[in-house]
């Protein structure tokens, strides 16, 4: 009778009380250049029932052809446009990676029409009605499906441009720049004209564990909707209900990877067992925010290996393996003071005690890590961690300090370098 109530008690327990939580990814937020977008749309004149689609590209100088498309009724409509917006979620029968809009009332003074050709197939009466929207409207918001999944969703934010003296020679060096490139397409944009756009692509939720929250979504790196694609999306984390995700070189993003996935914050590692395509769930492993041991003990001998230097050179790690002393340090910008504080007693070590080290920044490449190879005036070799360096050196905490001897065997792993000092 007790093991069938324990049995029951456990299977009620909640998944975090047992080290393992599923979170619904339930909002939107914002990347760091969100708030900064000058990203514009340029709306070109419709002229009868044809537009210029871009077929392929020569280097960076598109190549474009003029289709037929089926027009919805624009009974009362004048001055119509149309334009594209990025989205690769919908194969279709034209270029995969756009959409087009149809757009009427483009420059007049009176309510707007928009039509999205959703299923790409050139024929805008079979996507349901259009956006109408007010000639003083804030802003727009398009939401884009994917065909395959269709609770996978980016959505547009399109709104005016605000030119004011800070970007008054914006619009006019746009116009030459379309006008240039596009030569069969004629701009329909007045000063005031033309849609300025914003796109929500990271899909997150507000996460607390014991002493640890953060904002922890998904990121759809090449706009299809899918959000656990390896090596086009990523993890992202972001300050604790700021509506903001940081940006990789904050250490703030996690490329996805074939294989396991994890994150590191605050100093904790969270297992990544399951990403919904969607990017509506993601599933972490922890068992307690005290953090893990690190699963890299001494006595292990390191794999030889390369790793990419910030000055993009390939380096070897076998030739640290006749060295008595050496250190690998893994580090991201998370924590600058204990950054800063490190690397000076890195730079000790190196000028005292005659110590090799390689640091080694763990996220996406950022040009933050060129300054700090800069800034410690060549004492150590600064460059990037990678997915299977990662992996042959499995750490739990970032900053951790790897501290080898002759034939890359680990002395010790440290998390934190005050103990050399």
């Known amino acids: 009778m007790y093991n069938r109530f324990l049995i029951i008690f456990l299977s009620i327990l909640p998944l975090s009380l047992l080290g393992q939580t599923k979170l619904a990814l339930d909002n939107f937020s914002k990347d760091q250049k969100f708030d900064k977008s000058l990203i514009a749309a340029p709306i070109w004149r419709l002229r009868g029932s044809v537009i210029n689609i871009d077929k392929d590209y020569v280097g960076e100088t598109p190549t474009t052809q003029n289709v037929n498309i089926k027009l919805p009724d624009m009974t009362g409509c004048l001055d119509s446009a149309y334009t594209f917006l990025d989205f690769n979620g919908v194969a279709g029968i034209?270029?995969?990676?756009?959409?087009?809009?149809?757009?009427?009332?483009?420059?007049?003074?009176?309510?707007?029409?928009?039509w999205v050709?959703?299923?790409?197939?050139?024929?805008?009466?079979?996507?349901?009605?259009?956006?109408?929207?007010?000639?003083?409207?804030?802003?727009?918001?398009?939401?884009?499906?994917?065909?395959?999944?269709?609770?996978?969703?980016?959505?547009?934010?399109?709104?005016?441009?605000?030119?004011?003296?800070?970007?008054?020679?914006?619009?006019?060096?746009?116009?030459?720049?379309?006008?240039?490139?596009?030569?069969?397409?004629?701009?329909?944009?007045?000063?005031?004209?033309?849609?300025?756009?914003?796109?929500?692509?990271?899909?997150?939720?507000?996460?607390?564990w014991e002493k640890d929250s953060f904002t922890l979504g998904l990121y759809d790196g090449n706009l299809n909707g899918i959000y656990n694609e390896p090596e086009e999306d990523m993890i992202v984390m972001g300050d604790y209900k700021s509506g903001y995700i940081s940006s990789a070189d904050e250490g703030g993003a996690a490329e996805i990877g074939p294989n396991e996935n994890y994150i590191i914050h605050n100093g904790i590692r969270y297992t990544v067992k399951n990403i919904a395509e969607s990017g509506r769930s993601i599933e972490l492993i922890y068992n307690s925010s005290t953090g893990?041991?690190?699963?890299?003990?001494?006595?292990t001998k390191l794999h030889k290996f390369k790793y990419k230097a910030a000055d993009q050179?390939?380096?070897?790690?076998?030739?640290?393996?006749?060295?008595?002393?050496?250190i690998i340090y893994f580090f991201n910008f998370e924590n600058?003071?204990?950054?800063?504080?490190?690397?000076?007693?890195?730079?000790?070590?190196?000028?005292?005690?005659?110590?090799?080290?390689v640091c080694l920044y763990y996220g996406k490449t950022p040009q933050r890590v060129k300054n700090l190879a800069f800034n410690t005036k060549g004492l150590f070799t600064v460059g990037y961690s990678k997915k299977e360096i990662n992996h042959n050196i499995p750490i739990d905490r970032i900053p951790t300090a790897v501290v080898l001897g002759r034939w890359l065997k680990v002395k010790k792993v440290v998390n934190s370098l005050e103990e050399f000092r």
């Not at 034209?94 to 928009?114: D, E, G, H, T």
């Not at 893990?292 to 006595?299: D, M, R, V, W």
């Open 117 to 208: 050709d959703y299923n790409k197939n050139l024929d805008f009466t079979d996507d349901g009605n259009p956006v109408t929207v007010d000639p003083n409207f804030k802003y727009i918001e398009l939401t884009f499906a994917n065909e395959k999944d269709t609770m996978g969703t980016i959505i547009y934010r399109l709104s005016r441009f605000d030119f004011n003296n800070n970007n008054a020679k914006y619009p006019i060096l746009l116009r030459d720049y379309y006008t240039k490139t596009f030569p069969e397409r004629k701009l329909v944009w007045m000063v005031d004209i033309g849609f300025r756009l914003q796109i929500f692509k990271a899909r997150t939720t507000d996460f607390i």
């Open 94 to 114: 034209y270029n995969k990676s756009y959409v087009a809009i149809i757009i009427a009332n483009a420059s007049l003074r009176q309510p707007m029409k928009i």
């Open 336 to 357: 600058e003071d204990q950054l800063k504080s490190d690397t000076a007693i890195l730079a000790k070590l190196v000028r005292e005690k005659h110590y090799k080290v």
């Open 292 to 299: 893990n041991e690190n699963t890299l003990k001494a006595g």
């Open 313 to 326: 050179n390939t380096r070897h790690f076998r030739k640290l393996r006749w060295r008595k002393k050496s």
